[in-house]
């Protein structure tokens, strides 16, 4: 892959997006597989390391802002982990396409909850 204005734009926006908690790792996906024709599991791994420092940067500014509910790290770590572990089992045995089929369901799906949701006063 050739590195490009797009590229670094797609990269800002994701990180951007990510920033404001919408879900940049979706924006970089669909950015890198259906305009660079990526494989989807190749996009999902590069997300995955493209989500290291966002997540390590977050931690740190929540943590000065007093923002982490320590109640629920610990159930919230061991969840990531096991959904990870159970996540890369099934990769083993899904073809491709279905792992694209999966993901444009579910990105559809958070898609319409999202919009048909009540926003929640503060």
Do not use: H
């Not at 999902?44 to 390590?56: D, E, M, Y």
């Amino acid at each position: 892959m050739n590195f490009s204005l797009w590229n670094l734009l797609a990269v800002i926006v994701s990180a951007a997006v990510g920033a404001m908690g919408l879900g940049g790792g979706s924006v970089l996906i669909l950015y890198l597989t259906l305009i660079l024709n990526m494989q989807q599991v190749q996009a999902q791994g590069i997300n995955l390391l493209f989500f290291l420092p966002c997540a390590i940067t977050a931690v740190v500014v929540y943590k000065k802002r007093n923002l982490l509910n320590k109640q629920y790290l610990l159930p919230l770590i061991f969840g990531g982990f096991v959904g990870v572990g159970g996540g890369m089992v099934l990769l083993q045995f899904l073809d491709t396409r279905y792992i694209r089929w999966i993901f444009a369901v579910f990105l559809l799906t958070l898609g319409i909850i999202t919009f048909f949701q009540k926003e929640k006063k503060e």
